[in-house]
């Protein structure tokens, strides 16, 4: 009797497990710009490395964060760039927990990390001719109201400190290229 009782309290309590699991809304990410796991469009390209796009930004939109959630850092991030560890093409963080949305002009406490280029700021993208390269935008939920970041840090000591605070992710990944000589 007793092995059957632990049983069934057992079942009961991963099923009020599952229906909590069901009921708590995916933290999503979308943009009006970008369509997921499809190509980018080549004006959104780089305007380097033999590139000739205008390094448009995409406006992002997300919705259903933890509730916990203090702030936000979004990423974008080739994870086929030919270097062994990928390549940073922005890193933004300090977002305000309200903010649900970036276009063009960013929230004045945002801080823009240094970029794999050295410097801060966003690129797009630029795969080498004749390959395809899967890049990946992430809003970061984060635990704290400020990232402690030190001045100056590279983007992946930024990487880690985002990874650290982070407490839920939402994606999404894009595709540039092939591009041919001159595009």
Same mark, same amino acid.
């Given at each position: ?79 086929? $760039?030919? &270097? ?20 063009? &002009? ?73 591009? $041919?000589?001159?595009?």
């Amino acid at each position: 009797m007793k092995p059957l009782l632990l049983n069934l309290s057992l079942a009961s309590m991963a099923l009020l497990g599952a229906t909590n699991a069901i009921s708590a809304p995916e933290f999503t990410l979308e943009s009006p710009d970008l369509v997921a796991e499809k190509s980018i469009r080549p004006f959104q390209y780089w305007d380097q490395f033999g590139c000739e796009g205008n390094s448009t930004r995409p406006t992002l939109v997300w919705s259903n964060a933890p509730k916990q959630t203090k702030s936000f850092a979004v990423t974008f991030y080739d994870q086929d $760039a030919p &270097t062994g560890s990928g390549f940073w093409h922005w890193q933004v963080y300090n977002l305000p927990k309200d903010t649900t949305r970036l276009a063009e &002009t960013l929230p004045s406490q945002a801080i823009e990390g240094n970029t794999d280029l050295g410097k801060p700021g966003y690129f797009g993208p630029c795969p080498p001719i004749g390959r395809k390269h899967k890049y990946t935008f992430t809003v970061h939920a984060l635990d704290v109201d400020t990232l402690p970041v030190p001045a100056g840090a590279t983007a992946p000591l930024t990487g880690f400190f985002i990874h650290q605070h982070s407490l839920a992710q939402a994606t999404l990944s894009v595709y540039a290229g092939p591009r $041919a000589a001159g595009e």
